[in-house]
């Protein structure tokens, strides 16, 4: 469940933002890598992410990561899990490809008999986005099948909204970021929950740091960015 956690959790947080300069790497071989923290800001993990492929440019681009899931003892180590991620940009507006996950699971011999379908409404962002400015919503549904064991979660985000231009301190340093807030709208197993996130965006890096709250506002969890290279 940890698992099926941190990757919605990458899913969510890794779409990156673009205004007069895109808001991630775009450079092949990039690596950015998240420590994941619980409540009281103990890391639990972390996660890299390394550029592999970049298609096109300008308004017509699309990126490729391998986001790799690490144990909290060796932020360095070798991965637990790997998960592909691409985002395509067009005309103006970023697209996040939920179908990308898919060829990992032939290649993830951990994960067993396990059979996954994604289907969704991709988050958009403008390439402009100011302060102020509201997204469009957007959802995910992931049906899992492990054999005796079935199970589907869906989210829908919300009241997206960036809410300022500032600086935020993390372990890799301080960056000049956009801040931009959600509300998550989970249900895993009939089970439903509610939660807000926050995320700070910095041009060139993308995610710096990202916080998620419950329905009483108080912290769940949140990844920060400890090394960009």
């Known amino acids: 469940m940890k698992k099926i956690t941190l990757i919605i959790l990458i899913m969510l947080s890794v779409?990156?933002?673009?205004?007069?300069?895109?808001?991630?790497?775009t450079k092949v071989g990039s690596v950015q890598t998240y420590a994941?923290?619980?409540?009281?800001?103990?890391?639990?993990?972390y996660v890299r992410q390394t550029i592999t492929d970049i298609k096109g440019g300008g308004n017509d681009m699309t990126i490729?990561?391998?986001?790799?899931?690490?144990?909290?003892?060796?932020?360095?180590?070798?991965?637990?899990?790997s998960i592909?991620?691409?985002?395509?940009?067009?005309?103006?507006i970023m697209y996040f490809d939920l179908n990308s996950m898919m060829p990992a699971q032939k290649d993830q011999p951990q994960m067993g008999e396990l059979k996954m379908e994604i289907t969704g409404a991709p988050t958009e962002i403008p390439t402009n986005l100011q302060v102020g400015q509201t997204l469009k919503d957007a959802n995910m549904v992931m049906s899992m099948n492990m054999g005796f064991i079935k199970m589907k979660t869906e989210v829908n985000l919300t009241n997206g909204k960036c809410l300022a231009?500032?600086?935020?301190t993390v372990p890799a340093g301080t960056y000049k970021s956009h801040k931009v807030?959600?509300?998550?709208?989970?249900?895993?197993?009939?089970?439903?929950?509610?939660?807000?996130?926050?995320?700070?965006?910095?041009?060139?890096?993308g995610t710096v740091k990202s916080e998620t709250y419950d329905k009483d506002n108080k912290l769940q969890s949140s990844m920060e960015l400890v090394a960009s290279k």
């Open 165 to 168: 231009i500032e600086d935020v």
């Open 36 to 45: 994941t923290l619980n409540n009281k800001g103990k890391v639990e993990g």
């Open 15 to 25: 779409t990156g933002l673009q205004a007069q300069n895109i808001f991630f790497p």
């Open 64 to 81: 490729s990561y391998l986001s790799e899931i690490i144990d909290k003892e060796n932020k360095d180590g070798e991965a637990k899990m």
């Open 181 to 205: 807030t959600q509300t998550a709208q989970a249900t895993v197993m009939k089970i439903k929950s509610t939660t807000t996130s926050i995320t700070w965006y910095a041009p060139g890096v």
């Open 84 to 92: 592909p991620l691409t985002i395509h940009i067009k005309d103006g």
